[in-house]
């Protein structure tokens, strides 16, 4: 097999300690192999790094083992080449001998090019991907609250949820503090509905006849403590994420131009694939690293499952969240391809169609540098009008008319 890489090292890392194996080139041309145990701490990922670069190391590879890949990452990536690689990818090679150690097979495998890298994004994509991952997790929380709060009202006969949409909105939090005082009456609490809401007080006086008991009230004012801590803390790390997205300002006005797409939901986009586009040679590469793609298994001209494999997690639920976002507005063409999907094939299909669209649209933006313009809802429509005409008059034979059609001629050009 062709040696690719002449000054390899492989580590196999663990908690508290890195097992490093070097395979070395030497001058004449006979291969050193050495292993050596060092800790983890940042003393001793500086000794690892000193004592690759002894030995002439150029490329360092890794698995990505669960967090503890990054402080040794920190600490290589401005001396060597270094190779996250995944797991799953090297069990999969064939002829691991079972008394050889991981680090030995991450090294040899290293030296035949037999590994693939991960995707490590920049230093500052890095720290902006930190920020809008912890703010998600955040935000995750509220929404966990916020389940606990309607069981709780559950649990004291309370209805207001099958009432209002929001519980936690301007009406609905009114009415959980009186609700907590447990001085107002059902009618009164009703009465501090707020804008359209007012038009279901009557429904409201209803919902809100229960049996509140004391303990109710104090976990009531705990959760909502609670949820109003992670408010301040969620505000906050969206100041800082507005700090650290300025190099990235460019690319998120242009995506904020997508009908849908708030500008959330734009700064995690940017955060997880970059500006760099170069980094995915296509915009379908780029929907398949982010698990938003049909599978591709075919076998003897068989197709079997076309379902998307794994991704990044953190991108497809933005995408995802983004989908039915878009799938609501109204006379745009990510609308237009929702409604055209979701009867034949699903909600969850064409969401997951739709949060492609928005992926590949987000690529080429971003390459092309430029705002993004809307096809339209009836883009469909003009495409194929033929059979768009053809499906409303079989539906209107359906439901039992005669159906003749007759051309319109477009008044002609002054």
Same mark, same amino acid.
């Given at each position: 097999?062709?040696?690719?890489?002449?000054?390899?090292?492989?580590?196999?890392?663990?908690?508290?300690?890195?097992?490093?194996?070097?395979?070395?080139?030497?001058?004449?041309?006979?291969?050193?192999?050495?292993?050596?145990?060092?800790?983890?701490?940042?003393?001793?990922?500086?000794?690892?790094?000193?004592?690759?670069? /002894?030995?002439?190391?150029?490329?360092?590879?890794?698995?990505?083992?669960?967090?503890?890949?990054?402080?040794?990452?920190?600490?290589?990536?401005?001396?060597?080449?270094?190779?996250?690689?995944?797991?799953?990818?090297?069990?999969?090679?064939?002829?691991?001998?079972?008394?050889?150690?991981?680090?030995?097979?991450?090294?040899?495998?290293?030296?035949?090019?037999?590994?693939?890298?991960?995707?490590?994004?920049?230093? !500052?994509?890095?720290?902006?991907?930190?920020?809008? $991952?912890?703010?998600?997790?955040?935000?995750?929380?509220?929404?966990?609250?916020?389940?606990?709060?309607?069981?709780?009202?559950?649990?004291?006969?309370?209805?207001?949820?099958?009432?209002?949409?929001?519980?936690?909105?301007?009406?609905?939090?009114?009415?959980?503090?009186?609700?907590?005082?447990?001085?107002?009456?059902?009618? +009164?609490?009703?009465?501090?509905?707020? !804008? $359209?809401? $007012?038009?279901?007080?009557? +429904?409201?006086?209803? =919902? #809100?006849?229960?049996?509140?008991?004391?303990?109710?009230?104090?976990?009531?004012?705990?959760?909502?403590?609670?949820?109003?801590?992670?408010?301040?803390?969620?505000?906050?790390?969206?100041?800082?994420?507005?700090?650290?997205?300025?190099?990235?300002?460019?690319?998120?006005?242009? #995506?904020?131009?997508?009908? !849908?797409?708030?500008?959330?939901?734009?700064?995690?986009?940017?955060?997880?694939?970059?500006?760099?586009?170069?980094?995915?040679?296509?915009?379908?590469?780029? /929907?398949?690293?982010?698990?938003?793609?049909?599978?591709?298994?075919?076998?003897?001209?068989?197709?079997?499952?076309?379902?998307?494999?794994?991704?990044?997690?953190?991108?497809?639920? =933005?995408?995802?969240?983004?989908?039915?976002?878009?799938?609501?507005?109204?006379?745009?063409?990510?609308? /237009?391809?929702?409604?055209?999907?979701?009867?034949?094939?699903?909600?969850?299909?064409?969401?997951?169609?739709?949060?492609?669209?928005?992926?590949?649209?987000?690529?080429?933006?971003?390459?092309?540098?430029?705002?993004?313009?809307?096809?339209?809802?009836?883009?469909?429509?003009?495409?194929?009008?033929?059979?768009?005409?053809? #499906?409303?008059?079989?539906?209107?034979?359906?439901?039992?008319? +005669?159906?003749? #059609?007759?051309?319109?001629?477009?008044?002609?050009?002054?």
């Amino acid at each position: 097999m062709r040696t690719v890489y002449k000054n390899v090292a492989g580590l196999d890392v663990h908690k508290k300690i890195i097992v490093a194996a070097i395979i070395v080139q030497q001058a004449d041309g006979t291969w050193l192999e050495t292993k050596r145990n060092f800790g983890t701490m940042t003393v001793d990922l500086l000794e690892l790094s000193d004592w690759l670069t /002894a030995f002439g190391i150029t490329h360092v590879a890794m698995e990505s083992t669960g967090e503890y890949w990054k402080p040794i990452f920190n600490i290589l990536e401005n001396n060597f080449e270094v190779f996250v690689v995944n797991a799953q990818h090297i069990s999969k090679v064939p002829g691991r001998k079972t008394d050889q150690s991981d680090a030995e097979w991450i090294a040899e495998l290293m030296q035949f090019g037999l590994l693939k890298a991960s995707f490590i994004p920049p230093l !500052g994509q890095r720290e902006l991907r930190d920020l809008t $991952r912890y703010r998600s997790s955040f935000v995750r929380e509220r929404s966990t609250l916020t389940n606990r709060i309607q069981k709780v009202l559950e649990g004291a006969n309370i209805k207001l949820a099958s009432v209002a949409t929001d519980v936690m909105g301007v009406s609905g939090r009114a009415m959980l503090e009186a609700i907590i005082q447990g001085e107002a009456s059902p009618e +009164q609490m009703a009465e501090l509905a707020k !804008g $359209r809401m $007012r038009e279901k007080r009557e +429904q409201l006086a209803k =919902a #809100l006849e229960g049996r509140v008991k004391d303990h109710h009230r104090f976990v009531l004012t705990e959760l909502l403590c609670q949820i109003d801590s992670l408010d301040e803390t969620i505000e906050r790390f969206g100041q800082k994420i507005e700090e650290y997205c300025r190099p990235f300002e460019t690319a998120v006005q242009l #995506l904020d131009t997508i009908p !849908g797409v708030g500008r959330e939901m734009v700064e995690i986009i940017v955060a997880e694939i970059g500006t760099d586009m170069s980094r995915f040679p296509t915009a379908d590469y780029l /929907a398949a690293w982010a698990g938003v793609a049909p599978g591709n298994n075919e076998s003897a001209g068989k197709r079997r499952s076309g379902k998307t494999r794994k991704g990044n997690k953190a991108l497809g639920v =933005a995408l995802n969240q983004a989908a039915h976002a878009t799938a609501h507005t109204k006379k745009t063409y990510l609308s /237009a391809q929702y409604r055209r999907l979701v009867g034949r094939r699903g909600a969850k299909r064409a969401a997951v169609a739709v949060a492609h669209s928005i992926l590949v649209i987000a690529y080429h933006l971003i390459k092309r540098n430029e705002p993004y313009r809307d096809l339209g809802g009836d883009y469909f429509d003009k495409r194929r009008p033929e059979a768009s005409t053809k #499906l409303l008059v079989k539906r209107l034979e359906h439901l039992g008319f +005669q159906v003749s #059609l007759q051309q319109i001629q477009a008044p002609l050009a002054v």
